[in-house]
């Protein structure tokens, strides 16, 4: 019985039977559809997206019972940042789920800061409510955000909008779709594969809401624009995945919490996140997981230089 597996309903891989009975630990190498350690765990990529998808939808229950309901009470963080009793309530439920789906991958979350002091590469990551600044003043461009970084790279995710009513986020083989509401955390719906558009020589150009600059215009300005919209949170990921932008650059300060879904999602739609100032690939699991300035764009953009 040494070569079969046995599915845990508890978790998100499958052990393999030994006379000891133990999980091994999930320090998960590439190979191929499963990622597997030379100790024979893999990562159920199946129950990975079912569980990922059930929480987003079930967190952005949670939040749209405190964006539906009477003033709510913001409060700030020790970065000045907003928070909310729906980031907590969201936070609170994400974590709980993953924790208990997949307890031996590490867990980073943004209203958790005991969290950020890992030194990790191969980790879940959560931001429960990103977009604040856009629920505070209801303007709906927020979005729940749970994703599976490997070796330092986004490679699953979801992204969910409430408010918008849009669902995006990678299936088992890492595929980008967008499921068609009405939603049911139980039940998956109809999904369309998502694809990333081929640019034409103007673009179109998708920037913050809350925090396009200066610097941000000027850099915009270097290129021939068809088009250019506002949205918020990570969103405008969604919306270069789809084809309905070719181009997001990020001037200013995000945490990889804020990009790790979007970017995922945008990877399984065939787009690409690059730093701003080499344009090499972004990366995950950073010290403080910070991000630098960077550019999220569909492949055939030529990106101009800083």
Not at 13 to 42: F, L, N, W
Not at 105 to 127: G, K, M, N, R, Y
Not at 140 to 152: K, M, P
Not at 258 to 287: C, E, M, N
Request: charged share 25%; aromatic share 8%; glycine share 8%.
């Amino acid at each position: 019985m040494g070569d079969e597996f046995l599915a845990d309903p508890k978790v998100g891989y499958h052990k393999e039977i030994a006379p000891a009975d133990q999980y091994c630990t999930a320090q998960m190498a590439i190979s191929g559809r499963h990622k597997a350690d030379r100790d024979g765990c893999v990562m159920d990529f199946d129950r990975l997206a079912q569980v990922m998808r059930q929480l987003a939808i079930e967190a952005g229950e949670k939040i749209m019972e405190i964006y539906d309901g009477p003033d709510f009470e913001v409060r700030a963080k020790g970065d000045d940042s907003p928070v909310t009793a729906a980031d907590e309530a969201a936070d609170a439920l994400i974590s709980e789920g993953l924790r208990a789906a997949f307890p031996d991958l590490p867990l980073v979350t943004e209203e958790q800061a005991d969290s950020h002091a890992q030194s990790v590469s191969t980790f879940l990551i959560v931001d429960p409510l990103d977009g604040t600044k856009e629920f505070v003043q209801r303007r709906g461009d927020f979005t729940v955000n749970i994703a599976l970084v490997e070796d330092g790279r986004p490679t699953r995710g979801v992204v969910y909008a409430p408010a918008k009513q849009r669902l995006f986020y990678t299936d088992a083989a890492g595929v980008s779709v967008e499921e068609q509401g009405p939603f049911d955390a139980a039940t998956p719906g109809a999904t369309v594969p998502i694809r990333v558009a081929a640019p034409e020589a103007a673009l179109r150009v998708v920037a913050s809401k809350s925090h396009r600059d200066a610097a941000t215009d000027a850099y915009i300005g270097k290129y021939q624009i068809a088009d250019l919209k506002s949205a918020g949170s990570s969103l405008k990921f969604c919306l270069v995945a789809t084809g309905e932008a070719d181009l997001y650059p990020r001037i200013g300060r995000t945490m990889e919490w804020d990009t790790a879904a979007g970017h995922a999602v945008l990877s399984g739609a065939g787009g690409h996140v690059v730093r701003f100032d080499d344009h090499t690939p972004l990366g995950y699991g950073k010290p403080g997981f910070e991000n630098p300035f960077f550019i999220a764009h569909a492949p055939g953009v030529d990106l101009a230089k800083p």
